[in-house]
């Protein structure tokens, strides 16, 4: 089917609404299994997740696909599928750079900071130039999955859990303070960081499956 095909345009609302729940649901089931402490394998409490098996950050590589698929059959897929793919991958590296330059410890100049967050944003910005309502989905659904994940951090962090939504990552040097340590473990990952690993992970499976599913590759969307 042409990703220019006539069709109905899908809302980003409805688009996102089920892969949303879903999220949600995941979201509260690793809360519960870490208060519970269970398996550590399923729910592990560890800094970062410990790469446990329940958990919400493998998503986008099931739903960047979905949401991609979805658009490109309704008439608003990528100006380029593999131009988008060499977008988010350029997208990405740029988002490691910031993540390096704005908090590894080689690097020290003033508003270091700053500057590896605004690298981080620009990062998945590069996506619209390829695949703009791609973008736009991703971007929705990337808050609808991390705002109920910010809101739980921020009581966890309160009411120190013992959750690896609470739990402090290594060698910490930040703020003390409770909104400080919020702010820099809870807010600025998940309302930044993981909205652009969101749109660029996505991005990368959703042009693959898409190149795939989809025959004419490299159709522009409808106007």
Sequence with gaps: MSQSASGSKLSIGGLILVPALITLAITLMRLAGELEHLSPRFFSAAPGGGGAIIGISWLPFVFGPYFAVKLARSGQGACGVWKTFGLSLLGLAIMVAGGFVGFAPQFKFQGREIVGVLLMVLGPILVTLGWPALFKVLVAYGYAA???????????????????????????????????????????????????????????????????VVRDKTAAPAA
């Design 146 to 212: 991390r705002i109920p994940v910010a809101i739980v951090m921020f009581f966890a962090i309160r009411g120190r859990w013992g959750t690896h939504y609470d739990v402090l990552p290594p060698n910490y040097s930040g703020p003390t303070s409770f909104i400080g340590q919020y702010m820099m473990i809870a807010f600025l990952p998940q309302m930044v960081i993981w909205i652009a690993f969101t749109v660029l992970v996505g991005t990368l499976a959703g042009t693959l499956v898409t190149a795939l």
